[in-house]
């Protein structure tokens, strides 16, 4: 982070005190002026060019701070301007609230100054401009705040996942700080095409980052704007190079295994024994398993369900943890707690299913979640980012010189039944792929089999 020197901290507190800030506000000031000064470095704008505001602000709704942070940060940096004598563009202004109408620059001249709440100090200087209403299907009067909501509306409806709505926003409010807020009905293919060659140009962004940017702005435009974006030509791409799987040795997988600890073993042994995702595995819940048919009940990417045979050598240590769980439940009855997280509206249509033990995680986590709207204590599963630094953990213990993640051992399951001669077509379904070619991906991880000369059927 760049540190403000002395003269220009000195300096910065005078235009503070001149507009009358408070003097234990003055670090708030100096935060967001270190926060703009460090962009400004980061990403090569001049800190005298007022047209880099827009950008830094776009930034920080990236990072999630609310309103009043950035009417703040937009002070801030004003009184930074002030300083240098920069006079600031409209757009700044705007880029504060991207609900509300363009502001005349004459109507804020000078900035403003705000409590510690990011509250205006000064009457009539509040940016809180009435939200343009919507018409039928008529999108010209459409704000921002309108496609964020729709964005989401849209996601649900389809029931995609949560992280796949995170993803989309993420890339929404970086298109939305690449085109400085522009009205949504003046959007075309050319701020598509600039923000595509922007990532691949200046960001330097990995294919596969550039490829989901383009979906979600594929999805933004289809099923929010309610129109095409387009053909998209003569954008530059960022150049995709061939993935093959990191794939562990069955040696390989014994030896993390070694090193992981209850409940974490477990989980591996389940992702690597069935070819689980990580999210499958902490979503399985006790009604998944069969264990007089040996089946494991599996719902995966996409609202997909598939049943997988379970591991006889971990049938055990299945059991037993069947066992934990059921004690824990009986526990969690006793406190008369409100059942463990449920998913749609399961729980609306059978109460307090959430309560019975099939409907109980097989990997709770250890403690109770308050929900503090509703006033309720209910079970989670065990967290996700807890089984990855487990397992990162036991691969630094295990001095494996390949990088390994939860995804390896889906891998190694897959490539490990390739090279014991399993059809393709029964390890996709094993996989849950769609689509045979992500499975074929897998004939470059083991050795190939395959006789090279060619011979007549007729001479074998």
Request: glycine share 4%.
């Amino acid at each position: 982070m760049i540190q403000i020197e002395t003269n220009l901290r000195n300096n910065y507190n005078l235009i503070l005190q001149k507009k009358g800030i408070p003097k234990n506000e003055y670090g708030y000031y100096l935060k967001w002026l270190r926060y703009y000064l460090d962009f400004c470095h980061k990403y090569s704008f001049k800190k005298s060019d007022s047209e880099s505001l827009p950008r830094f602000l776009g930034k920080l709704r990236s990072k999630n701070q609310n309103k009043n942070q950035l009417q703040q940060a937009v002070s801030a940096v004003h009184f930074f301007y002030s300083l240098s004598k920069i006079d600031a563009s409209p757009e700044s202004y705007k880029a504060i609230d991207p609900t509300s109408e363009m502001v005349s620059i004459k109507e804020h001249r000078l900035p403003y100054p705000v409590t510690r709440e990011g509250k205006p100090r000064m009457a009539g200087h509040s940016l809180n401009q009435k939200k343009p209403e919507l018409t039928g299907n008529n999108n010209l009067n459409q704000s921002w705040q309108d496609a964020y909501q729709g964005l989401e509306n849209e996601i649900k409806v389809r029931h995609y996942s949560p992280k796949t709505l995170k993803s989309y926003r993420g890339w929404m409010r970086k298109f939305q700080a690449f085109t400085r807020s522009k009205a949504l009905n003046s959007l075309d293919s050319t701020d598509v095409k600039g923000f595509l060659t922007y990532l691949a140009v200046e960001q330097n962004v990995a294919a596969s980052s550039q490829n989901l940017a383009f979906n979600a702005l594929l999805f933004f435009y289809r099923h929010v704007l309610g129109r095409e974006f387009g053909k998209i030509d003569g954008v530059v791409r960022a150049k995709k190079r061939p993935y093959i799987p990191v794939v562990l040795s069955k040696n390989e997988v014994h030896r993390v295994l070694e090193n992981l600890s209850y409940p974490y073993d477990l989980a591996v042994k389940l992702l690597y024994g069935c070819g689980l995702r990580l999210f499958e595995c902490l979503n399985l819940r006790i009604n998944n398993f069969n264990f007089d048919a040996g089946i494991l009940t599996v719902h995966g990417k996409g609202k997909k369900v598939r049943t997988l045979p379970i591991p006889e050598i971990i049938v055990p240590e299945l059991k037993a943890q069947m066992d934990r769980v059921y004690n824990l439940h009986q526990i969690d009855v006793a406190d008369n707690y409100d059942g463990a997280f449920m998913f749609d509206r399961l729980e609306k249509k059978y109460k307090d299913a959430g309560k019975e033990f099939i409907w109980q995680w097989f990997f709770p986590a250890k403690s109770l979640t308050l929900v503090k709207e509703l006033k309720e204590n209910r079970r989670y599963h065990l967290h996700d980012t807890h089984v990855q630094r487990a397992i990162k953990k036991a691969v630094g213990k295990a001095r494996l010189t390949k990088r390994a993640t939860a995804h390896t051992f889906r891998h190694s399951y897959a490539s490990h039944l390739l090279e014991a001669n399993f059809d393709i077509r029964t390890i996709q379904e094993l996989l849950g792929h769609s689509d045979i070619r992500t499975t074929m991906i897998y004939t470059h991880t083991v050795k190939s089999k395959t006789l090279k000369n060619a011979k007549s059927p007729l001479d074998l």
